[in-house]
């Protein structure tokens, strides 16, 4: 049966049209147009409340025709009236449509829907098989990204001594690329048998990935006499040098003592932008748990100890398993998972964000 619209919500509806008509009069101010970060702001705030003010225009003139529908059927016989309760009955069903949609579309937004992501990959516990998987999961992330028409460009990358990964830093752009990867931050574990291992035992390892979206310098203004920048030779696995003049950069944020170091690229001005970029996502990821009041916790949440014990999801090679322990979700298509086929999993953590969101936690 159908549940309308409660009372609230439509004079929740109702200011947010009002807000909507004033975005628009401030979009046409001189003043706005003239500074780009509340034009931005303003831009996207308006585009995001497109959709709601359509729909909710749209339930407006349905509920008038279902009501002149009503009207006219009183005084209604012979096939007018049923013509009528026809209309009725399709307008009706329309409206319930529309009123579903208008819930979910009244869903809080996420803020940083349409940025680009910043991921890191780190080996963990379990030594040079937690650096391969590392390997695995930016392999994985680099296909999932290539599915979906996304750029994933490595930023930094430190190699194990047997290929593997002890870090790595991508960049990943695309318009729905944070809807889709904001859920992968936290420990992966595995469990298979290393090719280090000899005696055909499965072993558990594990790798830690953080998942921030990309911020700008419209985001977060960085002073340069807060940054303490250190040049030197890149090297690479076991320190041997792959450089021969200093262009590997570090960079230190000295009010919160973040780090970036950078020396894949030949250029230490090229180095500088690339580590620049990543200070300033974790930093926009800083501000944003301190303004939710959850200071840090977050990333901590994410990043946890990389323990074995702490984990968000599990690949389990022998069952062919990959199971996301937050819902629940298991899918025996490890090899697909791994080669990029990621959505199902993504879906169903959108599914369960929506219906906790549908059900009024937020949390």
Known sequence: MHEPLRDADLDRLRRVEEEYLTLEAQL?????????????????????LGPVIIAFRRRIALGDDLEAARELLDGATGPERSMLMDDIDATADALAALDDELREL??????????NVIVEIRGAEGGEE????????????????????WSAATLSASLSDMG????????????????????E??????????????QGRVHTSSATVSVMPEADEIDIAIDERDLDVDVYRASGPGGQSVNTTDSAVRITHRPTGLVVTMQDERSQLQNRARAMTVLRSRLYELAEDERNAQLSADRRAQI??????????TYN??????????????????GDVLGGDLQPVVDALAADERARLLAGDEE
């Open 164 to 183: 593997g990964y002890n870090d790595l830093t991508m960049e990943v752009r695309g318009d729905t690329a944070w809807r889709n990867l904001k859920f």
């Open 317 to 334: 090679f022998k069952e062919n398993r990959v199971t996301d322990h937050r819902i629940g979700f298991t899918i025996h298509r490890l």
């Open 28 to 48: 046409a101010d001189p003043e706005v147009l003239a500074d780009p970060a509340q034009l931005r702001t303003l831009s996207k705030r308006y585009n995001d």
């Open 130 to 149: 937690a650096n391969l998987f590392a390997r695995d999961l930016a392999e994985m992330y680099r296909s999932f990204a290539d599915q979906h028409g």
């Open 185 to 198: 931050g936290g420990p992966h574990r595995v469990q298979r048998v290393p090719v280090t291992e000899s």
């Open 106 to 115: 009244m869903l809080p937004t996420d803020p940083n829907d349409g940025r």
């Open 304 to 313: 946890g100890g990389g323990g074995r014990s702490e984990k968000i999801r």
